[in-house]
């Protein structure tokens, strides 16, 4: 991991270089910094903003502006859906507000992984390495999803660990019959009080 920080932290900033206007926002984050908390590879790397620019290191402790948790490949999604910052697969500690004006920043930020990979690598290998990335995370997203249905079929169905519709559809009426009930109850012993 520590090999990989390096040529990332290049990639980013000669990226941000191409974008000025996402250059000129970071100047609100100047001295600020994250803590990624890569949860399946127990790692933590430290995003600092200074001089419109980023630098990664790793990090030990979680004492930053923001810290962020999730799994790499939650992680990495956050590049291409920004929105999911706020999802439940990822958690957030410290100012929220930050946290925020990240995610708008993310959003606004057009990263050509191609384009920079090509810088290090050349044109020839540069495109055929993005497409094989832009597969292998295909894959991933479509094979995460397969195995939460698969999952999901196998508690309801096999192992009937959890309610399929029709059962929990049957007991949200039970519910609904259950308050009204007890509203009639609540209702009759008003009653029978004001009588006597």
């Known amino acids: 991991m520590a090999g990989l920080l390096t040529p990332l932290e290049f990639a980013v900033n000669a990226a941000l270089k191409q974008d000025p206007e996402t250059l000129e926002r970071l100047k609100a984050f100047e001295l600020r910094t994250i803590v990624v908390n890569i949860t399946d590879l127990h790692q933590f790397v430290e995003i600092r903003f200074e001089e419109q620019s980023v630098q990664l290191s790793h990090k030990d402790e979680e004492n930053a502006d923001l810290l962020i948790a999730g799994t790499a490949f939650n992680l990495l999604k956050l590049g291409e859906h920004p929105d999911n910052l706020f999802s439940s697969e990822i958690r957030i500690h410290g100012d929220v507000q930050f946290a925020k004006q990240l995610q708008d920043v993310l959003d606004g930020f057009d990263f050509d992984w ?81 009588k006597s």
Do not use: C, H
């Open 114 to 194: 191609e384009q920079q990979l090509a810088k290090l690598t050349g044109d020839v290998i540069a495109q055929p390495l993005a497409y094989s990335l832009k597969q292998g995370f295909g894959w991933l997203r479509s094979t995460s999803q397969s195995l939460q249905l698969s999952l999901s079929e196998y508690l309801r169905e096999e192992a009937q660990l959890l309610p399929d519709k029709i059962q929990i559809e049957d007991y949200m009426q039970a519910v609904d019959r259950l308050r009204a009930d007890s509203d009639r109850l609540e209702a009759r012993i008003k009653r029978l009080q004001n």
